[in-house]
């Protein structure tokens, strides 16, 4: 076996090789100096005390149409000169991300009633023939119930959010004017709206794969048409 030995050159001095460093580990520092080693938790089964679970089981699912219509009278519109006979074109905006809706389930029917922000441009030539406009930002009301066999109030209810399928305006309805004593020219407004529909029931099944109501007594009615009150819409419904 080779022996080692001191390697030196004259008039140097002798090789020092530098110590490593340790390196500390971010993740790991705290803020105390101390090392800490983080471990994730480990997952635990649940403990629990039945073999039964709560599920959602489907009533039904269907696509419905909502009707928002409106009859306005031409001086809402707040332009002089507006008739009629003078108007080139009616321009319907509507806000669909502000839509006022309330919903609710009675027995075999499910029933909507709410409010949809609108832009209502008119578009008109006045006395010296030059195109004017005039505008009115408003909400328009609309309603729908749809059959809805199975369907029991205490069973819950999801729209998907609505969709245009068309805007429709038709010039020249008489509608009772600002005074409410003489009918006016007006313009009718309908706007088509989409949603699909999805009612489901929350039941218990066990582990043999039986199935029982969460409350059997969620379609039991009483004799009285049930009645509900729906809350008023924020700013009164106006944009």
């Given at each position: ?101 309330n919903a609710r389930i009675i027995r075999n029917k499910v029933v909507n009633i709410g409010l949809i922000p609108a832009t209502i441009t008119v578009t008109f030539l006045d006395a010296l023939g030059a ?109």
């Amino acid at each position: 076996m080779a022996h080692c030995r001191k390697i030196s050159v004259p008039g140097k001095l002798p090789m020092k090789f530098p110590k490593k460093k340790e390196i500390c580990e971010k993740k790991n520092y705290c803020p105390s100096g101390c090392k800490c080693n983080f471990k994730k938790p480990e997952l635990k089964p649940a403990k629990l005390n039945s073999d039964c679970f709560v599920e959602n089981a489907l009533v039904g699912t269907k696509q419905v149409q909502k009707v928002a219509e409106a009859t306005l009278p031409l001086s809402v519109f707040a332009a002089a000169g507006v008739t009629i006979a003078s108007l080139v074109s009616v321009e319907v905006v509507p806000n669909l991300e502000n839509i006022t809706m309330n919903a609710r389930i009675i027995r075999n029917k499910v029933v909507n009633i709410g409010l949809i922000p609108a832009t209502i441009t008119v578009t008109f030539l006045d006395a010296l023939g030059a195109l004017t406009t005039g505008v009115l930002n408003t909400s328009i009301p609309f309603q729908a119930h749809t059959d809805f066999p199975g369907a029991c109030p205490e069973d819950n209810l999801t729209e998907t959010p609505l969709e245009i399928e068309g805007i429709f305006t038709q010039e020249g309805v008489p509608v009772v004017g600002a005074a409410g004593l003489t009918l006016v020219e007006g313009i009718i407004v309908k706007i088509i709206l989409k949603t699909t529909i999805t009612v489901t029931r929350p039941v218990i099944r066990d582990a043999h794969g039986n199935v029982c109501d969460l409350n059997p007594g969620r379609c039991k009615q009483d004799t009285d048409a049930p009645s509900f009150t729906f809350p008023a819409p924020d700013d009164g419904g106006l944009l």
